[in-house]
Structures are given as structure tokens and as C-alpha cells.
């Protein structure tokens, strides 16, 4: 696991400059992330410096676990997304961050109505 619970807020990259790839995150550390407010203002920062608008933890949080449900289709990946984020129980990420507007969510279950008539009765 790599945030324990007594762990600080959120975990700090390491980045290293490769002349191929830019930057690229080499490992964790805990040290500077050990309020709200340092990642609040770390977060504000890098996206403003990039030219973004501001987001907050909660922001980049939402938006971390809504890029990644096109990615994860097993319980394991999206179990992942979760224990990275620092939450110790999956249903604080999918009640949390999951949130489905009515028209993905009629896509999501008429893909799965398409798939259930496409595969043959194993009974």
C-alpha cells in the first residue's frame, strides 16, 4: 500500500527530468503535504502556473477518478484508483467521486443490455 492511514494528506512526487519523456515521477515521499492547506496551495499553483483555472484536492480528486473509469473495468483497477487516493474503503471513492449524469449512465447500461445478447447462455 503506499499511503498508510496515519500518513499525511497526500503523498509528494518525486520528479526527475529525462531528456526523452520531460518529467516523470520516480517515487513518493510524504514530506511536504502535511496539511490541507499546503496541498490546497501546491495544487492552486501548478494549475495556475500551467495557465489553468485553480482546482482543490477535492477538484483534482473528482476529476482523477472520472478520467479514470474509462481505464479501469475490473474491481481490482478501480480497488487501485481507490487505495491511491488514501480512501480505506472502495464505497468512499464511488459514493464520493462517482457520481453519473442520467446519460452515461443510460449508455453504460445499454452497453451492458448489448453485451448480455451478445454472448451465448452458459446454463
Known sequence: MLIQRDA????????????????????LTRAPYSSEDSLRKFIKEAFTSAGLPPFTPHGLR?????????FCSTP??????????????????????????PEPQGEIIKAMRRKAKDEPDTE
Open 8 to 27: 499525511d494528506v497526500a503523498p509528494f512526487a518525486e520528479m526527475q527530468v529525462s531528456p526523452e519523456l520531460g518529467f516523470q515521477c520516480i517515487g
Open 62 to 70: 473528482n476529476t482523477l477518478v472520472q478520467m479514470s473509469n474509462a
Open 76 to 101: 481490482e483497477q478501480i480497488k487501485a484508483i481507490s487505495m491511491n487516493l488514501g480512501h480505506e474503503k472502495i464505497s468512499t471513492t464511488i459514493d464520493d467521486y462517482g457520481r453519473l449524469s
